[in-house]
C-alpha cells in the first residue's frame, strides 16, 4: 500500500479482555515501531523491529504486552488481559534501514483502544 | 533524566508571524539525529524536518527551521508567515548511534500545543 495501515482503527473492550493491534508497513521498510499515546500525551516507545535483528522490547510497560512481526512485514501488538490504563491510541510507524540516521519514521493513522 | 525536554505548555502566534518551539535533549551519544513532527488534531503525524549532529548547517524546509545549538543541546523550531493550518501539536525527537545503527529508535518530547490566532 502506499502508506502505514493499521487496524482496526477502534477498539472497545471488556477489561481483561485480550486485544490484537495489526500494522502493516509501506512496502520495504525494514524498520517497524510501535507507539503509545495517550490522550493529549507525547508518544511512549513500546517495541522496535529492524530486518532480522533481535527487537529492542526496552518500551513494552509490562508482560501483558508483546509483539511479532512476521516475515518482516507486518506486525501485530498483543494486549492480554487489558486494563483500563491500556486506553490509548497504539501508533505504528515504519521507515527505511537507519543506516543514514535521517530515516524519518512514517506512521499510520493509529489503532485507538478504550478499555471499559 | 528525560532525553527530549519540551517545557512550553502551549504557544499562541499572531497569523503571518514567526514562532520559536523550543526543544532540549541529552545524550553523551556524539552521533544524533533531531526531529519535528507536527500532529493535527485529525491525530497523524506528519515529518517536519531533520538534523543530524554532524551536519554542519542547520536544516531548512520551506518554512520551517531548526536552530540547532550543539553545545547547549538545543534544536528549536522556527515557523515563519505562521499560517492558520499550522495549529497543531509539535513533536520533537530523537534519535542516537545514528552512525553505528544500533538502538535506533525515536525518542520523543512531550510536545508543544501551538495555536495561530487570524
Known amino acids: 500500500g502506499a502508506g502505514v495501515s493499521q487496524s482496526p482503527s477502534n477498539k472497545v473492550t471488556e477489561k481483561g479482555k485480550d486485544v490484537e493491534l495489526r500494522c502493516d508497513p509501506i512496502s520495504g521498510h525494514t524498520a517497524l515501531y510501535w507507539y503509545r499515546q495517550s490522550l493529549g500525551q507525547g508518544l511512549e516507545f513500546l517495541i522496535y523491529f529492524q530486518g532480522n535483528s533481535a527487537p529492542d522490547k526496552s518500551g513494552l510497560p509490562s508482560d501483558r504486552f508483546s509483539a511479532e512481526r512476521t516475515g518482516g512485514s507486518v506486525s501485530t501488538l498483543t494486549i492480554q488481559r487489558t486494563q483500563q490504563e491500556d486506553s490509548a491510541v497504539y501508533l505504528c510507524?515504519?521507515?527505511?534501514?537507519?543506516?543514514?540516521?535521517?530515516?524519518?519514521?512514517?506512521f499510520g493513522e493509529g489503532s485507538r483502544l478504550t478499555v471499559l | 533524566a528525560q532525553k527530549i525536554t519540551q517545557t512550553q505548555p502551549g504557544m499562541f502566534v499572531q497569523e503571518k508571524e514567526a514562532v520559536t518551539l523550543d526543544c532540549t535533549y541529552d545524550?553523551?551519544?556524539?552521533?544524533?539525529?533531531l526531529f519535528w513532527y507536527k500532529q493535527p488534531s485529525s491525530g497523524e503525524m506528519i515529518f517536519l524536518i531533520y538534523q543530524g549532529s554532524y551536519d554542519q548547517q542547520n536544516a531548512t524546509e520551506g518554512r520551517y527551521s531548526l536552530n540547532f545549538q550543539k553545545a547547549r543541546k538545543s534544536a528549536n523550531l522556527v515557523i515563519s508567515a505562521s499560517q492558520l493550518g499550522d495549529s497543531a501539536m509539535y513533536f520533537c525527537a530523537m534519535r542516537e548511534r545514528v552512525r553505528t545503527g544500533a538502538n535506533s529508535k525515536l525518542t520523543f518530547g512531550k510536545g508543544i500545543t501551538l495555536s495561530v490566532r487570524p
Open positions: 545524550t553523551s551519544d556524539p552521533s544524533y539525529g
Open positions: 510507524a515504519s521507515s527505511l534501514a537507519h543506516g543514514g540516521g535521517d530515516g524519518e519514521l512514517f
